[in-house]
């Protein structure tokens, strides 16, 4: 029997009870779980950006304000490819009509993929359109040549001036100067949007469908692909071929593959956790009993994600695999002290309650500093934070009161079909090598320690000096062949039609349509005195003739002058001028005159159109460029007419602008909150001041050595990795803690050793605790999505660091403290010969 004293009659209790009711807490917890799961299933994934923005954040307001307002927000570009440019208009031709038919329930807006009647428009309005300049300088050559042709039919008269132009010139130059106005009408020949190559051509949906709403997302792609494939294109052409880019493929194809990597990767993680386990216990049923014990509050977990926050976005698609590997900690450790009770000898019941009085403060802390960490991120605004907080932070606590109500009562149950029988102690594969390690060298440990923390303290600091933000978005995205695919696409769509036209300009929404002047102006002064880094405005503006009163005045003389100089003009003169003579009943053209299909782009629900302006972004400038996001946004918003309401401004661009103003200004509070929190908990789970100074050393160690590695590996933060930052100090200190509380423990009680269970026993578990958490984490690595990956690494960085600092930096401390206090506990010279004397028998001392 072994000598260790009993459980206190608290825990005695307790284990009697989850013995006792072990079938109907087993019983209990599948009950739960079915009942549970209907729930989790309804949690959906929502992947748009805007997502992880709060609701009040700009781009995310004037978005839901503009949606009221203007349909078709987001673009479904049908790219057509052939080095056949006729086959490609034919091929349009056919597709644009069955485009145009497709069901109110895809909700397609409106249909681009020819503007031939705006050409023809612009031609039946040629003289409006022709410069005024031009108009002018024809009207004053021609009043010339009448004015000339009259004075010289009179006798006598004698020209002192260069003569005016022949009229046969002024025929030719309004020839030429008509020309030119229909070779701008014919931008896009026949109509048709075809890249200057000839090898491209784009067809432009506009539809009322976020990227984040997959089903109708996907019904409409499935339905234009099989209006595409029901065409045949190779009929057309052999090399015809018909891809989709656009926001809305983009947006879904991420969509997709973050369900499928998340999946990919909670399997993965299960996967690695069970050889971890494997390797720690040894025994198959340490698999079964944790995995049981563990899905219970998983899924409770989720389920109360589906309550609270409602669904997943892009930052906390992944915490299944995370909360898995975070969560199931609490049950290693303890299973790791029940099997050390039960190979010592003690009976079923007592070994719970000795396991729960040994392992439940610890784990209970530990868990609670990760909740803690978690909960950090839920004050701030910022969704991808907030959420990830509630979610993580909820499921911290909820996996270690579940796991120590189930697990017990699991290992009680399996104990009735089999019995562990005791057995010698066993050395702890994981705590062997570090408990080796920490005796033979702690003095170099324990100074490689501080001076790896002091270089990382010194590199994290010249980072933040530099700025650790990543600004370059291109880190951001994906790397996917199918996005690859779509975003070069996108590009060509914008050499077609600009960015405007393509759907990535950032759009203004006025309140009046006479402010869309008042506004264009006050944006081109910004970009020419101020230097903004805005490029061109476009308005419905740009489709209708510029200074259309002072033209109809010059035409009116014009068409005086032209009917004037016909009466005397030689017959093929006459011709040129009835062909290009100005119309009597020319009037201003409005907004109503334009066709629809250029107009639509301006076009509200309601049909009022011209009140949206589009700005594209300056000639040098890149839209993965975070920098350039914030200055482009900025300057938009900032622009202020005399009597102009500010406008809705909408865009990608705004809402990254966002983000990263949200990390700015949140990232840093929950950081803070999150220390002050560990900071806190520590204080209050040891009573000594020399146990929280220890503790709390080995977590800033930990902290220091990640932030010297992640500038040495140049790993910036972005709105996702900063996540791994506050977490980590929960995370982190769960291992110090528990480490140290195993040591106080040992201490307290007068083990002989008291670093062997606390670094070779407790500190394995907790190695296995810190696998299945970079597990968790490594997951993220599987993803596409640089983002997800960067934040994968982030923790995985802080994993390793924090748990090597707690199992070789304070380890290798808590050995020197031991080794100094052996030595002052070591009897001196004449003290140890007065202690041999008196403990000699009298026979001997008499002799």
Same mark, same amino acid.
């Given at each position: ?136 300088? *024809? ?5 010339? @040549? ?9 006798? /006598? ?29 014919? @931008? ?21 469908? !976020? ?51 998340? %999946? ?10 069970? *050889? ?39 930052? +906390? ?16 450790? =303890? #299973? ?16 719970? *309650? ?20 978690? /909960? ?23 996996? =270690? ?45 324990? =100074? ?45 769509? /914008? ?84 062909? =290009? ?30 009140? #949206? ?81 220890? +503790? ?17 590996? /140049? ?7 900063? %996540? ?16 140290? @509380?195993?040591?106080? !423990? ?26 299945? +958490? ?14 997800? !990956?960067?934040?994968? #690494? ?54």
């Amino acid at each position: 029997m072994s000598e260790r004293p009993p459980p206190a009659a608290r825990f005695l209790r307790i284990a009697r009870a989850q013995v006792g009711h072990a079938p109907w807490v087993a019983l209990l917890s599948l009950v739960v779980t079915l009942a549970l799961l209907p729930l989790v299933r309804r949690l959906e994934l929502r992947s748009d950006w805007t997502e992880l923005l709060p609701r009040g954040a700009p781009s995310v307001r004037d978005l839901r304000a503009a949606q009221r307002r203007v349909g078709g927000l987001s673009t479904l570009t049908v790219m057509l490819e052939s080095r056949d440019t006729a086959a490609l208009r034919r091929y349009a031709a056919a597709l644009g009509p069955r485009l145009e038919r497709l069901p109110p329930s895809l909700r397609v807006r409106r249909v681009q993929w020819n503007v031939g009647d705006y050409q023809r428009f612009v031609r039946d309005h040629r003289h409006l359109y022709a410069p005024l300049d031009e108009l002018t300088r *024809a009207r004053d050559e021609l009043r010339r @040549r009448v004015e000339y042709d009259r004075a010289s039919a009179m006798p /006598g008269y004698i020209n002192l001036d260069d003569p005016p132009e022949s009229a046969e010139a002024l025929a030719a130059r309004a020839r030429a100067q008509m020309a030119r106005v229909d070779a701008a009408a014919e @931008r896009f020949p026949g109509g048709y949007f075809v890249h200057r190559d000839g090898r491209h051509l784009a067809m432009f949906l506009r539809v009322d469908v !976020q990227g984040g709403d997959p089903v109708v997302a996907r019904a409409l792609i499935a339905r234009v692909r099989a209006e595409t494939a029901a065409l045949h294109p190779q009929r057309f052409a052999p090399d015809l071929t018909v891809s989709f880019a656009g926001d809305l493929p983009v947006a879904l194809a991420e969509h997709d593959a973050i369900e499928r990597e998340l %999946v990919i990767a909670t399997l993965l993680t299960v996967a690695l956790c069970v *050889a971890a386990i494997l390797g720690l216990f040894r025994h198959p049923r340490s698999v079964v009993l944790l995995g049981a014990s563990l899905f219970v509050p998983v899924v409770a977990t989720f389920a109360l994600a589906r309550l609270t926050v409602g669904h997943l976005n892009t930052s +906390t698609a992944f915490l299944g695999s995370i909360v898995i590997g975070n969560g199931i900690n609490p049950g290693i450790v =303890w #299973l790791a002290r029940y099997f050390e009770e039960r190979r010592a000898g003690r009976p079923v019941v007592d070994a719970i *309650a000795a396991t729960h009085e040994g392992a439940w403060a610890g784990t209970f802390t530990a868990s609670l500093a990760a909740s803690l960490a978690y /909960g950090s991120l839920a004050i701030t605004d910022f969704r991808g934070f907030r959420d990830f907080g509630i979610i993580g932070g909820a499921g911290m606590v909820i996996c =270690w009161a579940l796991t120590l109500l189930i697990l017990p009562s699991l290992a009680s149950l399996w104990e009735r079909w089999r019995p562990l029988p005791p057995a010698s102690p066993r050395p702890n594969p994981y705590g062997v090598l570090f408990a080796r390690a920490a005796r033979r060298h702690p003095a170099a440990l324990a =100074w490689a320690s501080g001076l790896l923390g002091a270089a990382g303290v010194a590199l994290a600091a010249v980072a933040i000096a530099r700025d650790p933000i990543d600004y370059n978005f291109r880190n951001l995205a994906s790397v996917r062949p199918e996005t690859e695919r779509a975003s070069a696409l996108n590009g060509v769509a /914008g050499e077609i039609v600009g960015r405007a036209g393509s759907g990535s300009a950032i759009a203004a929404l006025v309140e009046r349509r006479e402010d869309t002047a008042a506004l264009r102006a006050a944006l081109e002064a910004l970009r020419d005195r101020r230097r903004a880094p805005i490029g061109p405005v476009r308005t419905l503006d740009d489709l209708l003739p510029r200074d259309q009163h002072a033209k109809l005045a010059v035409l009116a003389d014009l068409r005086r002058w032209m009917l004037d100089a016909r009466e005397h003009a030689p017959p093929d003169v006459r011709r040129d001028l009835d062909a =290009w003579l100005p119309p009597a009943d020319l009037r201003p053209l409005g907004d109503a005159d334009l066709p629809a299909s250029v107009a639509s782009v301006y076009t509200e629900r309601d049909g009022t159109r011209g009140r #949206l302006l589009f700005v594209e972004e300056g000639a040098s400038a890149s839209i993965w460029d975070g920098r350039f996001l914030v200055a482009w946004s900025e300057a938009v918003r900032e622009a202020r007419a005399p009597g102009v309401r500010p406008p809705m401004v909408l865009g990608n661009a705004t809402v990254f602008a966002d983000m990263i103003e949200a990390m700015w200004r949140d990232g840093p509070r929950a950081v803070l909150a999150s220390f002050l929190a560990t900071v806190g908990l520590v204080l209050v789970a040891f009573r000594r001041w020399r146990y929280r100074a220890l +503790t709390l050393l080995a977590l800033l160690t930990g902290i220091a050595w990640m932030a010297g590695a992640m500038t040495v590996l /140049g790993l910036r933060l972005n709105f996702l990795n900063f %996540v791994a930052l506050p977490i980590t100090f929960g995370i982190g200190v769960d291992y110090a803690v528990n480490v140290m @509380r195993r040591y106080a !423990q040992e201490v307290e009680a007068g083990a002989a050793d008291p670093i062997g269970a606390a670094v070779q026993e407790t500190g394995g578990a907790i190695m296995v605790c810190s696998l299945t +958490t970079i597990f968790g984490y490594s997951a993220l690595l599987t993803s596409a999505n640089r983002a997800l !990956q960067s934040f994968g #690494l982030a923790a995985v960085i802080g994993e390793v660091a924090c748990v090597l600092a707690a199992l070789l930096g304070l380890s290798a401390v808590l050995v020197l403290v031991e080794r100094r206090r052996a030595r002052s506990a070591r009897p001196g010279p004449a003290e140890g010969h007065a202690r041999q004397h008196a403990e000699e028998p009298e026979g001997v001392v008499g002799v």
